[in-house]
């Protein structure tokens, strides 16, 4: 075994002070160590300090969105995944007034995974992220006045629900980012809910401003538009688009888990079979219907029955020879 050089040496040192804070909570020290120059914690301004804060609390719960200098720092001095003293740290980012903070906590407080589930607390964290212009917050509060929460009061919980109050926020909230807000209220258009009039303009037009600004339920929602017979009853108003409509798949299939993937691998695939303007647009129409049949779509595997394409039992044996001639 090689000897240490002092330089590994002193990086071992370091990384056993940084863990040894991390586990004694102490962490404006943790914060001080980790920069290469070693700050002073105290000479940051206010705003740094709550994004110190912030990005030791994503370092610390491990988050999926963790930029590469976060994921150095977890690998190189070996962070252990801790959501409670994450959950502590985003709590101190959230005092210095990160605006990224309130929605990392509701998140949090609203999900049944970390143990920490409370609806008012979300609820609060939702007014307090107002207040300081965290712009998600009015989507998350509308959220909430939406679907129902429930309050607390001393020792007692009573049951918050105002769906007026919920277009109103989703209305605030398209302002800053029609991402955020634009499926629900698209969604209120369409069925005419909430005080709307049933107005499907409106409502394509919030489905497709959200869907460009990256909301993947309005991707899917919008490729259907564009693409399927089952939407066309509601949005006569919008032409079919074969090309418009595999674009907005193809932007979802991007933003989904692999599990919630086959129906737009199979829709690409049947508009390109049913539509294609060559041979190998068709080939690769089946070639995407049979993905979908694989990871077990149910209308894949009964398209490809239905035309007489491949057995629905044995999808991995379809043959595409036959297309070829």
């Not at 049933?198 to 909301?215: E, I, L, Q, S, V």
Request: glycine fraction near 6%.
């Amino acid at each position: 075994m090689e000897d240490k050089t002092k330089k590994d040496i002193d990086f071992d040192i370091k990384k056993n002070e940084i863990q040894s804070l991390i586990e004694q909570d102490k962490f404006e020290e943790v914060i001080e160590k980790l920069e290469d120059n070693e700050i002073d914690f105290e000479t940051l301004s206010k705003e740094d300090k709550g994004e110190a804060y912030y990005s030791l609390g994503k370092i610390l719960s491990h988050d999926k969105k963790n930029s590469d200098y976060e994921k150095s720092i977890i690998d190189d001095y070996q962070i252990e995944k801790d959501l409670k003293k994450a959950v502590i740290c985003y709590w101190h980012a959230l005092n210095y007034d990160n605006t990224n903070t309130p929605r990392k906590l509701f998140s949090i407080y609203m999900s049944d995974d970390y143990g920490f589930k409370d609806e008012d607390m979300a609820f609060k964290i939702c007014v307090y992220g107002i207040n300081i212009k965290d712009p998600k917050s009015y989507f998350n509060l509308g959220k909430l006045y939406y679907h129902g929460f429930y309050r607390k009061e001393g020792y007692e919980f009573y049951y918050v629900q105002d769906r007026n109050e919920a277009k109103k926020l989703f209305e605030e909230s398209v302002q800053i980012n029609p991402r955020w807000g634009g499926y629900e209220l698209g969604c209120m258009y369409e069925h005419g809910e909430c005080g709307c009039p049933t107005n499907y303009k409106k409502a394509f037009n919030y489905y497709r401003d959200a869907a460009d600004y990256g909301d993947k339920l309005a991707m899917f929602k919008v490729a259907c538009i564009y693409g399927t017979k089952d939407e066309k009853q509601n949005f006569q108003n919008v032409q079919f688009n074969k090309d418009l409509s595999i674009k907005y798949f193809e932007n979802h299939l991007k933003q989904v888990k692999s599990d919630k993937r086959s129906h737009s691998i199979t829709s690409i695939g049947v508009l390109k079979y049913e539509n294609a303007e060559s041979q190998k647009e068709k080939i690769d129409g089946i070639k995407n219907i049979i993905r979908g049949a694989k990871k077990g779509n149910d209308w894949a595997q009964r398209y490809l029955k239905n035309n007489n394409i491949g057995s629905v039992d044995e999808p991995e044996k379809f043959d595409l020879s036959f297309m070829e001639k």
